[in-house]
Every structure is written in structure tokens, then in C-alpha cells.
């Protein structure tokens, strides 16, 4: 065997030219296979990091649970991370237009939270103590109550109660009926304004204005927890919080492929599929007749190894070993100019992507490189070369 893998190498060698042709093939084959395959993977990537951006980097919250409950629960080994906003209350304000939306809301900023949630400013500064606080600006494009920077906001803050003692929460929309008890006054400076944010419900009745924590106020917290393994978050959040009102990043859980709804996935891996088909039928038509003149040309060769013992199966093993080793030089190469060609078409298309969504968003498409996107397309290389040698190895045998 050692013999034949000797004839091989000389061979190739004797041969300059068609083995280049052959490399070449190679190379264009995984390179495409390398485009297709990393770009699917950094458009997931870029997606996700879209949706972190406007919808927040977590996996599913509560809104309304009490210290004693969390305290429970966040220190499972199934929560990888868990940001609070305390629930300090709702006030009535004056010059508030939207009879639907009569609220201010004013949540305490636990720990991390303005990195974890899509908290994005429009003008002046986050909240540094518990007198400051962060407006959300459609509090005057959509409530029509204007302040500015600096201007002090007095607030009567209270619990929204129904009937006797059921309590309302900002998942809940505004009933005439209710009522806001225990309220305390407070008074703030305003520091900043931010974009609408993505956790406040549609419905909610009052605009999330933000400050920080003074370790007082009411035994009420929305909590976000990121979950692991992510695809045990529904079952995780239902178990831990089965008389709470529950909310689900659904786009995260989506494009993750941990919902029911996998729509996106399914085209990105359906597009991989048909496209490497695609590919596959094209490279195997080059690189079949690179091996099929090969063989013709070492017909002679093939029967005088044969008159000397070699077997069908040693000689069939030969022209496998040649593919092998074209593959060996061609697949890295193939892999180097596919990320080279995907990466400058990204650099000069990143802007497209980024107007495709509705509001600005900082996050850019960008490569990223991934293990399993490069295996596959060095996978499929390979396979592509094995099966444009079969007919050829059989011939030769």
C-alpha cells in the first residue's frame, strides 16, 4: 500500500498543472461552502444581538413577586442571572393626555439592570441616587406632558388596587374602578430621558420612569431571569411563579430555537441545505473530470499494478488517498478565502442591515467565526471531493 501511495505522490507531482486545477476546484468549493455557512452563522448572531438591544438580554420575568419569593428562586442553579426592578408605584400627574395611560410608574434600578434591559438614553444621564430620576420620552409624545432637564417632579406614589385588596400591576391596563392606596409623597429631579421601553407593556397604565433603590418602599419587584439550559425557561418560570403574571423575551426564545415558533431558523437552515446542494452538484461536475482524466491517463499504470498483486481494493484506496490529500491542501485554503470573501462583504453591506430595522440600533454585522460552521463546510468540502472520486476509484479498480 505504502508503494501505491508512492506512485500517487509522484504522480500529482509529475502532473503540476492538472493538480493545481484540481486544488483550485477544491478551494472554490469549500470557499463557497465557508461563505454559506458563516454567514448564516453571523446573521443569527447579529439578529440576537439586535434583539438583546430592544428587547433586553433575558429569558423570561415576572412582574409583580415580593422579596421572600425571590429569594426562593433566584438562587437556583437554573438562574444564570437575574436583574429587579423594585415596583415604588404609580402617581397621578396632571397634564397627563392619555385617559388610557393616567401613570406615572416609578421602578427602582437594581443591580445591572440598565445593561441587561433595553434601556436606551436620548439626552442627559442615568439616575445616581434615589432622588433622580430617568423619564421615558413618549411620557410627552404620547401622554403630552412635557419636562426638562433639571426640573424637580413631585410624586404621590401609590399601589393600584381593584375591590378590596387586589392589587395591579403594569401588566394590567387601567380600570375606572381602581384606586391607588398607601401613597407617599416623593420628590425627584429630572436627570435624563430614554427611548419607550420594550418591557413596558403596551397596556400598561402608567409611563416607566426610572430611578435607584434607597433600600425603603413596598415589598414589590419585576424580575427578568436569564435560564439555563434556556430551552427549560417556560417550564422553569411556571413552576417557580404559578400564580404570577409571566412575560417571555418570545424573539430571543425564537431565534434561539427554543419556542414553538422557529420560522426564521427554519429558512436560514433550509437555505444552508438547498444552497449547499447547489454547490455540491456544480464542484462535483469539476472535480469529477479532473479525477476521471487522471485515471484515463493512468490506465497502463493501473494494470501493471494489478500484474504485480495490487488488489482492486488497494488500487480503489490509492485514488481515495489522492483525494484525501488535494483535500488536505485545498479545504484550508477554501476555508481562508471563503472568510476573507464573506467578511469584506459584510464589511460594505453592514449598513444596509442596520436600515432594515425600524429604530437605530448600535449593533453591527460583523463575521463571526464559529467551530461548527467551519467544520461543516470543511465536512461538506470533503464529502464533495469523496463522492467526485467514487466513480473514478471504481473504474480505476
Keep these: 500500500m505504502r508503494i501505491l501511495h508512492q506512485v500517487t505522490l509522484e504522480n500529482l507531482k509529475k502532473n503540476k498543472v492538472r493538480t493545481l486545477v484540481t486544488i483550485i476546484g477544491i478551494i472554490l468549493s469549500v470557499a463557497l461552502f465557508t ?13 440576537l444581538e439586535v434583539i438583546k ?11 409583580h413577586v415580593s422579596s421572600k419569593e425571590l429569594e426562593q428562586v433566584v438562587p437556583h442553579e437554573k438562574v444564570d442571572h437575574a ?16 385617559q388610557g395611560k393616567p401613570y406615572i410608574y416609578v421602578g427602582a434600578m437594581g443591580e445591572g439592570f440598565e445593561e441587561t434591559m433595553p434601556v436606551h438614553l436620548t439626552d442627559g444621564r442615568f439616575p445616581e441616587n434615589s432622588q433622580e430620576l430617568l423619564l421615558p420620552v413618549h411620557l410627552g409624545d404620547n401622554g403630552g406632558l412635557r419636562l426638562q432637564l433639571g426640573q424637580e417632579l413631585s410624586l404621590s406614589l401609590g ?39 420594550a418591557f413596558e407593556s403596551y397596556v400598561a397604565p402608567g409611563y416607566t420612569a426610572l430611578t435607584l433603590t434607597d433600600g425603603t418602599g413596598p415589598d414589590s419587584f419585576q424580575a427578568y431571569l436569564r435560564v439555563d439550559p434556556i430551552k ?21 426564545l425564537r431565534y434561539t430555537g427554543n419556542s414553538n415558533e422557529n420560522t426564521l431558523n427554519a429558512v436560514l437552515y433550509s437555505m444552508v441545505g ?41 488500487i480503489r484506496n490509492s485514488v481515495f488517498f489522492e483525494a484525501v490529500l488535494l483535500s488536505a491542501v485545498g479545504i484550508p485554503l477554501g476555508i481562508l478565502l471563503g472568510i476573507t470573501g464573506i467578511g ?23 463575521l463571526v467565526l464559529g467551530k461548527g460552521p467551519l467544520v461543516t463546510a470543511a465536512m461538506l468540502g470533503l464529502l464533495t471531493v469523496l463522492i467526485s472520486a467514487y466513480v473514478p476509484a471504481k473504474k480505476a479498480a
Excluded at 395591579?168 to 436627570?191: C, I, P, S, W
Excluded at 427549560?232 to 430571543?252: G, K, V, W
Excluded at 453591506?349 to 448600535?362: A, D, H, N, R, Y
Design 159 to 197: 399601589q393600584r388596587i381593584i375591590g378590596e385588596d387586589t392589587i395591579l400591576d403594569q401588566a394590567a391596563a387601567f380600570q375606572e374602578t381602581e384606586t391607588l392606596l398607601g401613597a407617599k409623597d416623593r420628590t425627584y429631579v429630572v436627570v435624563g430621558f430614554y427611548e419607550r421601553p
Design 35 to 47: 461563505a454559506v455557512t458563516s454567514s448564516v452563522f453571523s446573521l443569527q448572531t447579529y439578529v
Design 344 to 366: 469584506l462583504t459584510f464589511f460594505f453591506s453592514k449598513e444596509l442591515f442596520m436600515t432594515l430595522w425600524q429604530q437605530g440600533v448600535q449593533a453591527e454585522l460583523t
Design 53 to 63: 438591544e430592544q428587547a433586553g438580554n433575558y429569558h423570561g420575568g415576572v412582574y
Design 274 to 314: 438547498i444552497l449547499s446542494l447547489i454547490i455540491m452538484f456544480g464542484s462535483v461536475s469539476l472535480i469529477y473530470n479532473a479525477f476521471s482524466i487522471s485515471i484515463s491517463e493512468r490506465t497502463k499504470q493501473y494494470g501493471l499494478l494489478k500484474s504485480i498483486g495490487a488488489t482492486r481494493k488497494q
Design 83 to 98: 436583574v429587579l426592578l423594585q415596583n415604588l408605584g404609580y402617581a397621578k400627574v396632571e397634564g397627563i393626555k392619555n
Design 232 to 252: 427549560d425557561t417556560y417550564a422553569f418560570m411556571e413552576a417557580s411563579f404559578p400564580s404570577r403574571e409571566i412575560t417571555y423575551n418570545h424573539d430571543l
